[in-house]
């Protein structure tokens, strides 16, 4: 197969963290026989230091032109410590989003054997959770009109959302189910919010052309609950964009470090693939950001494409990584591997799975990993 592949490394840890999927999908290519091919591009703060637009419109193009969108992140410190900035990178993100239509995010949240001792959670509530978290992103509170009163004093957030916008996420999130173990859970605060009980309407109308998939509902307060008490309950969980956004970051807790969560957004013609945990300037440059999450969003790419070996693949190699504690120091404290080791590591098992003779020495003076 051959894609073609934008590059939105963006700002703060993404280029480091992209450069590492890469490298998994380079080796996956000469693997497999693909030919992937690679196309940059800017976005978010460094977008806004060079063309004063945090997308900009040839970033945009080049997103529509080619098959998939590899992501990094966004953000900058002079951009979060003044919230007056008229233009800033997060609005890159937002526009990408509503330009290639992708309504759905796609989190998964497992937690790995080799790292319950990393969760601050007690190991017997995280053991065996496995979660699927589809997020509408295109509608909601975060796209809705927008006001500040003329004295700057009162402010107000419109969040909205059609049937339409809602149906087209739950059919997804349904199929997903099936894949799965059979349960949707939807997260919304029908006792309180009109919005949210469109949402239940909504998803039980279209619940009953999927008889297979039990249905439960939760209020997003007592979700954020149950997502401590009990994470493992859940199988598939769906929500609106603000909600969806809370919970997720809430379940990269119990994995042990928010750098393994990947995700992927997308809609009917467009995808993009990305690490969830932001920029991390204070990582800049350092060789501790964890490169993981962005690698397991490489394979949610391939999976997209129904390149299911090679998905594994990189899975794969991502679990031998933490069996043999060959991680950052978010996971290692005492012997960790810089970002770019890590992902040789990945990389030469994608390219040896069989040969699993590892040399601990070569691997942290950087030389090839496996002999």
Known sequence: MKLDIAVLSGDGIGPEVTA??????????????????????????IAIDKTGNPLPEETLQLCVDTDAVLFGAIGDPKYDNNPSAPVR???????????LGLYANIRPVKAYDTLIDKSPLKPEIITGTDIS??????????FGKKELNDEGTVASDLCEYSKEEIERITHLAFKAAQKRRNKLTLVDKANVL?????????????AKTYP????DFLFVDNAAMQMILNPSQFDVILTENMFGDIISDEASVIGGSIGLLASASVGDTCCMF?????????????????PIAAILSAAML???FDLLGEANAIRDAVEKALELNLTTPDLNKVNPL????????IADYILNPEDSNINFENIHVGQSTII
């Open 302 to 304: 391939l999976e997209h």
């Open 338 to 345: 810089t970002t770019e080791k890590v992902g040789d590591f």
């Open 133 to 142: 978290i589809y997020r509408e992103l295109t509608g909601g509170i975060y």
């Open 194 to 206: 009109e919005s949210s009980r469109l949402w239940r309407k909504v998803v039980t109308e279209v």
């Open 274 to 290: 990305e690490p969830i945990h932001g920029s991390y300037p204070q990582a800049t440059g350092k060789g501790i950001a964890n």
């Open 20 to 45: 590492q999927a890469i490298k998994a999908l380079e080796a996956v290519a000469h693997s497999f026989d693909h030919t992937f091919i690679f196309k940059d591009a800017l976005v978010g703060a």
């Open 212 to 215: 297979d998939v039990a249905l």
């Open 89 to 99: 990178p997060e609005q890159g993100l937002l526009k990408l989003r509503k330009e």
